[in-house]
């Protein structure tokens, strides 16, 4: 079994960039205000983006920024300026789809290792041997592969051509999305960074004759619904992704909270320190995935089609975030930043980087002043409280949610 593969987790914006270092990423993806595909995740200026370079090179952590939309000729004439820039920071590599981007990637920025989006399609041996001699580092394959299919890929093409793999989060029902249903139904394009994700939409068909009488699709036993995907979740089987050869672990979810950020990346750290180390995923780390916002988890292509989820479109949002811990001392007094209201007597969890989770009831609660308060109303404001333990920095108090 290999001696290391790389954990890549997503980093929207410095707060969620922040989390994904202190639960244990290897190298964190994100994008700067333009070329990304994930418009709406907040992203970094470039102000911003210097800085979680700094930050993340200061901790031994490879940044890589998303360049992978689809440019059209309007945009493709700044390229060459944003690549020059990106260089200059110190950026690692360059994620892109598009073969104009590479040329000039390998003209502005030839220190710059480019990588080879999923948006690419990169399905087979050949395409990835490919990209690999025209300048490429790393492919990050097509998420509609098998792991047979991945181990010949790796078979079958050198060995210093880097693989990358998602392995948890949304699923696109398109082909590794490239997808134009967004951009006919809503006007916003999906392959340059605005997909109102659609295929996510609960749908009935109506008889033109009938307008306003809607009926669902028989398919089978459990239901007939369009589109309707299921999330990927492979921690389960991370020591056969090592064996497939891959070198890189990724997670999806540039636009998803900074709570998923930090306790998925720790599932995944812990389960692949466990599979390194020969030894079995503690159940309390493969419980932590079932503890952030998700659709019904599948092992993706993997290991054959996964098929619909057929009973409904909603995620399952069991836990709720209360608060951020921004300090803690030894005895347990923890400064702390609110998220979400609570109140003395509230029966809480806490988790953190290397911290299993643990009961917690509030008790001990005071203003950021140090007056007592009954209870934390204010989001963002700082407060203390009482831990059972000493709680490293930006641990997590988390409930589970009522109503949601």
């Known amino acids: 079994m290999a001696e290391h593969i790389e954990l890549l987790a997503p980093a929207g914006d410095m707060e969620r960039l922040r989390m994904s270092l202190a639960y244990g990423a290897d190298a964190v993806y994100l994008a700067g205000t333009d070329f990304g595909m994930r418009s709406f995740a907040g992203n970094f200026t470039p102000e911003e983006l210097k800085q979680a370079v700094a930050l993340c090179h200061s901790r031994g952590v490879a940044v890589h920024v998303t360049c992978n939309t689809m440019p059209r000729n309007g945009e493709i004439a700044r390229m060459p300026e944003w690549l020059s820039y990106l260089q200059e920071l110190g950026v690692d590599a360059a994620i892109l789809a598009d073969v104009g981007v590479l040329s000039l990637l390998k003209k502005h920025a030839p220190k710059l290792k480019a990588h080879i989006s999923t948006q690419a399609s990169v399905s087979n041996y050949q395409a990835a041997a490919a990209w690999y001699e025209l300048g490429a580092s790393r492919v990050i394959l097509a998420r509609e592969l098998s792991l047979d299919e991945i181990r010949e890929i790796r078979a079958k093409t050198p060995r210093e051509l880097e693989i990358e793999a998602f392995v948890h989060g949304a699923m696109c029902v398109s082909y590794s999305g490239r997808c134009l249903l967004s951009n006919y139904m809503t006007g916003r394009d999906a392959n340059r960074g605005a997909c109102a994700q659609p295929c996510r939409y609960q749908y009935a068909l109506v008889e033109e004759k009938r307008p306003g009488e809607y009926f669902p699709i028989g398919e089978d036993a459990g239901g007939a619904y369009i589109m309707n995907s299921k999330d990927m979740c492979m921690i389960d089987h991370i020591p056969e992704l090592i064996d497939a050869g891959l070198d890189s672990l990724k997670i999806e979810g540039r636009a998803k909270s900074a709570y998923y950020a930090a306790v998925v990346t720790g599932a995944y750290r812990h389960a692949i320190d466990a599979a390194l180390a020969g030894q079995p995923l503690e159940p309390v780390w493969r419980d932590e995935v079932e503890k952030v916002s998700h659709r019904p988890y599948s092992t993706g292509f993997y290991f054959g089609e996964p098929g619909q989820h057929t009973s409904h479109s909603r995620y399952v949002r069991d836990w709720q975030i209360m608060a951020v ?55 963002q404001m700082p407060f203390y409280l009482k831990l059972p333990v000493q709680a490293p920095p930006l641990s997590l108090l988390r409930r589970k949610a009522v109503g949601l």
């Not at 921004?326 to 979400?340: I, K, M, Q, V, Y």
């Not at 953190?352 to 989001?379: M, N, Q, Y």
Request: proline share 13%.
């Open 325 to 379: 811990v921004t300090s803690c001392a030894p005895d347990g007094t923890a400064l702390c930043e609110l998220r979400n209201k609570l109140s003395a007597g509230d029966e809480l969890e806490l988790v953190g980087p290397g911290l299993k989770p643990v009961p917690v009831t509030v008790e001990g609660l005071t203003d950021g002043d140090g007056l007592p308060i009954p209870e934390a109303r204010k989001p």
